[in-house]
């Protein structure tokens, strides 16, 4: 269940409020929080990992993961170097990590 994030119209200040989905106002709505006007904006979480999956395919230097990280070959700049989606997952596992 998510939090949506929202700007306060007089201070412009980032407010982040719980929806449920069925109920989220629209990006640009205008609602009350707290007592304040606030306007919801759009925001997103970046998967670097996952666009550079999806462009370049596996293997791909990971730029998002610890460098020299235990379980992953590295390149020349202590970048991990991810072999398949398996391998993704068990590191991800084996260092308590999770995609947001």
Known sequence: MPNY???ELKSEE???AFYHYEDAPSIGDVVYID???CKRVASFVLDTA???????QYPYFSRVLP???RGCECNDKGQPIIKSQ???RN???EHDMAKE
């Open 5 to 7: 994030l929202f700007k």
């Open 14 to 16: 980032s407010v982040e």
């Open 35 to 37: 007592g304040k006007e």
């Open 50 to 56: 996952g666009i550079s999956r999806k462009t370049h």
């Open 67 to 69: 460098r020299n990280i």
């Open 86 to 88: 398996a391998h993704e």
């Open 91 to 93: 590191v991800a596992a």
